[in-house]
């Protein structure tokens, strides 16, 4: 499949659902909307705004861009050129973009965000449009999966104790930017504040043992979430159990992810793992993820939680007893559920799940 014919392909989506609901036509204003319909270019400027400086209106027989002069020129050159999009733009000094979308449609208009201003938030039944992958978009997947692994990989072998958490957290951002990566999420905590927060910002407390490293990676519009964990000397035999536990929790929660099962059933077999490992309250500290792919969770797993598995959809799971935790991205695939984020480098824990094995990354011991 070509780029040109995802685009049609994820537009027909888009007609589809318009025709569904009598609509004249849908306005994408959020960066990850843009970035699927456009099977990978960008319309940010601002990185932590989800509001694009470009939005796509798209019409029963039309589609097209709406922005000024500043971005027109790059956007056909370097974001949308060749795809079939008209670019419609006005000089920033007096641009209207309400002028410019009633030039476009009139008649009942859906939006995902604040504009236009008559138009109907359908912001949660639009991003459904987005959630089963497309085989381009799995491969483009796979490709940041792959430089995200590696990026943490290569840190957590190169940091050394005395390291402030922002030194750590610089370091894995440098790696991932140079690779035209956006870093949506960072987490880093050395030693007791791995213990203490679930949410660890990075600060000037400084490495001595244990690091943890988090990071939410952005690239073609598509979220890698990945943690690894980093311990200088003999590994405590406490903390190697913890983490065995909790790689065999989370090996629960990928194994159960395939297409059709109720994200509810996921969650309430995750829940029984961390009683059946001797943790059973640890579940209550921190969510434990859930789907994923152009938003780094679309919805968290929950007992209640109505939703099913749709083929080639991606979760990310994010088990975590104190001290420790396991966090890959994966897709449920027809024919398996696989790991994106994965580096043949990173030392590898076996456990046991449905009979099998099931590998995930161990503490790095250095």
């Not at 956006?182 to 030693?191: N, P, Y």
Request: glycine share 8%.
């Amino acid at each position: 499949m070509t780029r040109l014919q995802e685009v049609e392909t994820k537009l027909q989506r888009v007609r589809d659902f318009m025709s569904a609901r009598g609509l004249d036509a849908v306005v994408f204003t959020r960066t990850v909307n843009f970035q699927w319909l456009t099977a990978g270019a960008d319309n940010h400027v601002v990185i932590d705004s989800d509001i694009g400086a470009v939005p796509i209106v798209v019409t029963a027989d039309s589609q097209h861009v709406i922005t000024n002069n500043i971005e027109a020129v790059r956007q056909e050159e370097e974001e949308i050129g060749g795809l079939p999009f008209e670019i419609r733009f006005m000089n920033w000094y007096d641009e209207n973009p309400e002028a410019m979308l009633a030039e476009i449609v009139e008649g009942r208009i859906a939006s995902d965000g604040g504009w236009p201003k008559n138009a109907e938030i359908m912001d949660g039944p639009l991003a459904r449009l987005r959630w089963s992958l497309l085989e381009p978009e799995i491969e483009r997947y796979r490709e940041l999966g792959r430089i995200t692994a590696q990026a943490l990989g290569e840190v957590a072998r190169e940091i050394e104790p005395g390291m402030t958490e922002h030194e750590i957290g610089a370091k894995l951002a440098a790696k991932l930017i140079a690779q035209n990566v956006i870093v949506s999420v960072l987490l880093i905590a050395a030693d007791e504040r791995i213990y203490k927060y679930r949410h660890p910002i990075p600060t000037d407390n400084r490495l001595e043992k244990q690091a943890m490293l988090v990071v939410g990676a952005r690239r073609w519009g598509l979220d890698i979430s990945a943690t690894r964990l980093v311990h200088f000397g003999r590994l405590p035999d406490e903390l190697a159990d913890k983490h065995r536990a909790v790689c065999q929790i989370d090996a629960v929660f990928i194994g159960e992810t395939r297409p059709g099962v109720a994200v509810r059933d996921i969650f309430a077999k995750g829940v029984a793992a961390y009683e059946a490992n001797g943790y059973p309250d640890e579940w209550k500290l921190h969510h434990q993820g859930g789907a994923t792919g152009y938003a780094p969770r679309d919805y968290k797993g929950t007992m209640e939680c109505s939703e099913t598995v749709l083929e080639n959809q991606a979760f990310a799971w994010n088990p975590s007893i104190t001290g420790t935790k396991s966090e890959d991205t994966i897709i449920a695939t027809a024919d398996q559920t696989e790991v994106l984020s994965t580096d043949e480098q990173w030392p590898m824990l076996e456990v046991d799940y449905a009979g099998g094995k099931l590998a995930r990354p161990d503490i790095l011991v250095r």
